[in-house]
């Protein structure tokens, strides 16, 4: 019987068992690389969780992860799985770049911040849209248009660095460097002006964006009508426009919200990290967020606890890769893959065993009786 | 004029490598999603498949050998997506997104672990790989103009597997359209309910079906890494998965009109490399990314109904539950 198992084990023990086993397969893949995967786990969670360096990075992945993790899971509660995560992100990095080489020399800060996170939401929106009006009106499946969109952001961006963006005389596709005036505020910096010492790493103020976005998801889709007519769509369009929603506008909307939530991925790496446009910023941001909205079930705060996880992942990856060398940061993709093979596709996976384990379970003895 | 025609002959033979692991995979999609069952992981498959094959080559020194890793290395991939999507029922789209992600990282971390290579596979003597077969009668008839490059370079100097690749086609046409098993599988694809009341296992075509799909892939990656290329290297299928996927929407999920996209995609990659820096009146210089991206462009241009209606079996992406 689905759905004989009480909330706790539905919504806690289900899902940590499926994360439990990608990761028992991940330590096995260690064990056959011929590493001990417990030194593995202990190197990683040092390299991600000890020291304000180690945190400081550590947040810095994981305020990406926030973003493309809350843009799946907007999208998914509409019924609509957002590949293009990617593409969007890029495109909003995009966007954020034109600005600050167009106003980093005249536009003060004050003006160029808001305009940044502005401008790249409304990129990464707009990056969508197309995919987004062609699933509500012409029916195509945004699965593919939003692959294609990935495929064609990517060419756009090399065509523009490398013919026409490139700072004079550079050798690498990459712009000039921003002003001053068009870069994001350090954390490390922000903190030692309150009298903080904390150590020097590339988390920037777009950390406090992504816990602004977290608030505006939850908001937005359980406390609005319109997320009440998102959640309508996501369950069965016909019903919605029995309630008199147009599940096109809601398809149209959601999708650019999503592209939005991605595009804030550009505004922390080109405004915050790296101050200039550069190729492959993104570096698969947009696909783990896909395993981060199926860890995190689709809730903000999910997404936020899934998106630490992977933030400990790749930080403490990369420690673990400079410490073993056998095993490489690409360990971390593995695990994304296997993650979202049981948090995803398998998810009902471990079910069975569950709902055997609690009919199973000793009962009050007057039942037996 | 001789000239000019040379060059286009080699423009079309290289058209012809290019898209062979796009036929492959496109058709290997092909008997997939016509069962119902989407297959976003053909990118995924053809670049396990493709390391499988480049590591057991290193290995075994043998190119059958390692056609049949690779194969066997995508059809166990392909289980593993029907195992989630008809037995499991889970998300057809999710599963094959996690399948490629899987196989990019799974690559890279066993390449470095048994190779030490960067995620290089070691460069393949020609006795492990599949090298160009001259046909008899290329080099007499060099000198007979039009007629002997055209068997000289077109039809004559490609490897096994690019003229397997094009049989294939005509063997996918008439699988679907001339046997029980292609009609059935359609039918499980359109209306999976009649061929369950007809007494037929939908699960068992669509894990047929699947199976197809992962041998196919295999061919296809294992033509990347020891046909086309001398080893494996890291994400080294760049997207053909999905741009196979694209060619068999394009192609409406029919073969020959798939095989056609595959070729038209292919002769744009191939222009692409033969206009990288060349000047042309009028344009100047060609911008290549734009060529590139062409075959992403129709297929969206062609999703929106503006070139004629792709409409995909209407069994796609639900999976089948039994009624009792």
Known sequence: MRGALPRWIDVGLVPLANVLIAFAIAGLLVLMIGENPLRALRIMLAGALVGGEAVGYTLYYTTNFVFTGLAVALAFHAGLFNIGGEGQAYIGGLGVGLLALAGDGTLPFWLLLPLGLVVSAAFGAGWALVPAYLQAYRGSHIVITTIMFNFLAAALMVYLLVNVLIAPGSMSPESREFAHAAHLPFMHDVLARLGLKVANTPLNMSVLAAAVACVFVWVYVWHTPWGYELRTVGHSERAAVYAGIRPQRVIVATLCMSGALAGFVGFNEIMGVHHRLLLNFTAGYGFTGIAVALMGRNHPVGVVLASLLFGVLTQGGAELAFEIPTITKEMIVVIQGLVILFSGALAHLSRPWFERLYAARPRPAAEGA | ?324
């Open chain 2, 1 to 324: 004029m001789d000239e000019a025609l040379v060059i286009l002959l080699l423009t079309l033979s290289a058209t012809l490598r290019v898209a062979t692991p796009l036929i492959l995979c496109a058709m290997a999609g092909l008997f997939s999603e016509r069962s119902g069952v989407i297959d976003i992981g053909l990118e995924g498959k053809t670049l396990a498949a493709a390391f499988a094959a480049a590591a057991v080559a290193a290995v075994g020194g043998s190119a059958w050998l390692a056609l049949g890793a690779g194969i066997l290395t995508a059809v166990a991939m392909a289980l593993l997506h029907g195992y989630a999507c008809i037995t499991q029922r889970g998300n057809q789209v999710v599963s094959g997104v996690a399948l490629n992600i899987l196989a990019s990282g799974l690559t890279v971390v066993l390449g470095i672990a048994w190779f030490q290579r960067g995620g290089q596979t070691p460069n393949l003597m020609p006795e492990a790989r599949f090298m160009p077969l001259n046909w008899p009668g290329a080099a007499a008839l060099a000198d007979v103009p039009v007629l002997g490059p055209l068997y000289g370079v077109l039809v004559s100097g490609h490897n096994v597997i690019v003229y397997a690749a094009l049989l294939v086609v005509p063997l996918t046409h008439w699988t679907l359209t001339a046997t029980r098993f292609g009609l059935r599988l359609r039918a499980v694809g359109e209306n999976p309910q009649a061929v369950d009341t007809a007494g037929i296992s939908v699960a068992g075509l669509r894990y047929r079906a699947v199976l197809l799909c992962g041998l196919l892939t295999g061919i296809a990656g294992t033509y990347l890494a020891i046909a086309q290329n001398a080893g494996f290297s890291r994400d080294m299928t760049a997207g053909q998965g999905y741009i196979a996927l694209a060619a068999m929407i394009f192609g409406k999920w029919r073969p020959y009109p798939a095989l056609g996209a595959c070729l038209l995609f292919g002769l744009l990659d191939a222009a692409a490399i033969r206009l990288q820096g060349v000047r042309v009146a009028v344009i100047g210089e060609v911008p290549v990314q734009l060529i590139q991206a062409l075959p992403y462009a129709l297929t969206v241009i062609l999703l929106a109904g503006f070139i004629g209606r792709a409409v995909a079996p209407r069994a796609i992406g639900v999976p089948y539950m039994k009624e009792h």
